[in-house]
């Protein structure tokens, strides 16, 4: 499969081509924004600089459409502070100093064709087949250079995807039939080719697999599952024997209350081209996200059996209880994760609204035994329709021991904490001061307290500045299952967005 490469010197031209290929009759659109981002890391004697500028452009006439990012990128040092994820995907030697067209995308969409060239994103049911995207906040892209082309019929649309990221090249087909009353279902065929280094691709692979969905009354069910082949490797593939992956969910609301219940079995399924459920829940709590994305990084899909049951009721609009299980197991050795959450959410005369949550969860990992009891809560109080306060805390209580020394020393108990405060004016301003700190003696780290302001200012219609200056203690930040690893910082963050 040959890799499409579109130069810098075809943008401009496809881009004054659009009034010609289109309609007299149809009007040009044009929508620019800007993303602007400047980190200054100033820790003791040592000042780092990071900055990011991101100028995407649209444009539409008629049938035709382009997109195109211009991206300005310059980091002093990022073998000490890279804040991007890009000192391990360059052969830059210090400092990074580069403006390029980084991204673009070029499409022909009618009523039952639509046709995409460039930087194309894909997924298909939930993710367990090839899934492409990107996430800015996580710094996380695997969209691929190529072609995407889909067909809508009455009888159910196909789509064809062939590209390649990073080396990594993928070709694909995917058919999805009308529904047919309450059933909705779809397959999909993906052959992939590993890149020389730097990827859990294996040199020729092969995924297969189907969704059904079934909506019946008050209750839905869903389950999907992909096999992944490896006849590129002697048909035996890389551990001997071919991966799967199967994920089965279902839920059912009866008046005020619903319940939820999610599995998945993962076997020989670690790669970055696929988004499949965690089977965890995806929590707001900056503390529990960071759990969660040690956990991913530690227990990853090649070998695992997750469950997520969950159950919430609705007293009123403003009144609801939920509550939550989950537990990872890897198959192939004692490691294993387990948590429960409960959170009742509450108000007095629609003017002060409370959110009280509780979790327990434990971890193993090697020789690593970690249990976590968590405490959290938030008061909001408006004022009026324009100003409210917010005051919150995060509380954990950690043990962690070692098999190997626990019958004959102590677990290490610590503590981790986050306290908040935020004011806000609505619509123009949101003012948060944050303070956390822990009680763990740790070598690793030169601190046990971090405090951060932070603004989010509208400065005007279509142009938002945020604004933080502090500290902020390194962890995972997680948004739908992807996970990325944000270093700890000291110093000024600026980041401005602009539409026009």
């Known amino acids: 499969m040959t890799r499409l490469h579109l130069g810098r010197g ?291 899909d090649d070998d695992v059996l997750g469950v997520l049951a969950s159950a919430e009721y609705a007293y009123d609009f403003f009144t609801t209880f939920q509550g939550s299980w989950s537990r990872l197991d890897r198959g192939d050795n004692d490691d294993d994760f387990f948590e429960v959450y409960g959170e009742a959410k509450g108000n007095w005369r629609e003017k002060v609204f409370v959110t009280a949550a509780a979790s327990e969860s434990e971890l193993s990992f090697g020789t690593l035994f970690e249990e976590r009891i968590g405490g959290f809560g938030e008061v909001v109080y408006e004022f009026n329709d324009r100003n409210s306060l917010s005051v919150g805390v995060e509380w954990s209580e950690i043990q962690e021991s070692s098999r190997v020394t626990r019958e004959f020393e102590f677990p290490h108990e610590f503590s981790e904490r986050i306290w908040y405060a935020s004011w806000g004016r609505s619509p123009w301003l949101n003012l948060t001061f944050t303070y956390e700190d822990t009680t763990e003696e740790d070598p690793a780290e030169d601190r046990d307290e971090w405090y951060t302001l932070f603004a989010e200012i509208a400065v005007a219609e279509n142009h938002d500045l945020n604004v933080s200056f502090g500290s902020e203690k390194g962890g995972w930040k997680c948004t739908g299952g992807v996970c990325f690893f944000e270093p700890e910082f000291e110093g000024l963050k600026v980041k401005w967005v602009a539409r026009f």
Do not use: C
Not at 84 to 109: A, C, M, Q, S, W
Not at 225 to 242: H, I, K, M, Q
């Open 10 to 300: 075809l943008v401009p031209l496809l881009l004054l081509s659009l009034p010609v290929a289109a309609s007299a009759a149809d009007e040009l659109y044009l929508s620019a924004t800007n993303k602007f981002e400047y980190r200054r890391f100033d820790q003791e004697s040592r000042r780092e600089e990071a900055l990011r500028n991101r100028l995407e452009v649209s444009a539409y006439q008629g049938i035709f459409g382009a997109w195109v990012r211009l991206e300005g990128l310059q980091i002093s040092a990022p073998s000490f502070y890279d804040p991007y994820g890009v000192f391990e995907e360059t052969d830059e030697p210090g400092r990074i100093d580069r403006t390029e067209v980084t991204k673009r995308l070029f499409t022909v969409n009618t009523d039952s064709f639509r046709a995409e060239v460039g930087d194309v994103s894909h997924t298909f049911g939930r993710g367990l087949m090839l899934s492409v995207f990107e996430d800015e906040a996580l710094n996380f892209d695997t969209r691929l250079e190529g072609f995407r082309g889909r067909v809508d019929h009455e009888r159910g649309s196909a789509t064809v995807i062939a590209g390649s990221a990073e080396g990594n090249r993928f070709r694909g087909v995917f058919v999805e039939p009308d529904a047919r009353g309450p059933v909705r279902a779809g397959a999909g065929f993906v052959e992939a080719w590993g890149g020389e280094s730097n990827t859990d691709v294996f040199p020729r692979e092969q995924h297969a697999g189907a969704f059904a969905e079934v909506a019946a009354g008050p209750a839905n069910f869903y389950g999907e599952y992909v096999e992944r082949r490896f006849p590129g490797l002697e048909g035996a593939g890389a551990f001997g024997t071919p991966g799967r992956g199967a994920f089965a969910a279902a839920d059912i609301t009866l008046g005020s209350a619903t319940a939820s219940v999610e599995v998945r079995d993962f076997f020989r399924f670690e790669h970055a081209y696929n988004d499949p459920p965690t089977t965890l829940r995806q929590h707001t709590w900056t503390s529990l996200n960071r759990v969660n994305g040690q956990v991913l990084a530690d227990i990853p």
